[in-house]
Nanobody, 126 residues
Framework: QLQASGGGLVQPGGFLRLSCAPS????????WGWFRQAPGKEREFVTS????????YYSDPVKGRFTISRDNANNTVYLQMNSLKVEDTAAYYC?????????????????????WGQGTLVTVSN
């Protein structure tokens, strides 16, 4: 079970850090990703980090503003979101992918992830 937290209301230009802590699992055993789903829209890929935490991959809308990271000591995956925009408003979901054969691969398709957390809501508004 994955527990995502850290969502909230923030003004445009502000920042938030989301956390994802797996229950009964170790973060270093998985590749990780964040997805988001805005009202009335499909769930979309945001970012992912490879099994060895060396490579990251970002969708174009968040590139340069968001950062994914993995903290083995705290057994947590983070999503640092800076320079937030109104269009970043969505429920954010963390997801974990079992090892698929490459330590360097960054999964990005929904079906590549095996475990999903519940969403945490991020609202960017004045």
């Amino acid at each position: 079970q994955l527990q995502a937290s850290g969502g909230g209301l923030v003004q445009p230009g502000g920042f938030l850090r989301l956390s994802c802590a797996p229950s009964g699992r170790h973060v270093h055993n998985y590749a990780w990703g964040w997805f988001r789903q805005a009202p009335g829209k499909e769930r979309e890929f945001v970012t992912s980090i490879s099994w060895n935490a060396v490579y990251t991959y970002y969708s174009d809308p968040v590139k340069g503003r968001f950062t994914i990271s993995r903290d083995n000591a705290n057994n947590t995956v983070y999503l640092q979101m800076n320079s937030l925009k109104v269009e970043d408003t969505a429920a954010y979901y963390c997801a974990a992918a079992d090892f698929s054969g490459s330590y360097y691969y960054t999964p990005f398709r929904k079906y590549e992830f095996d475990y999903w957390g519940q969403g945490t809501l991020v609202t960017v508004s004045n």
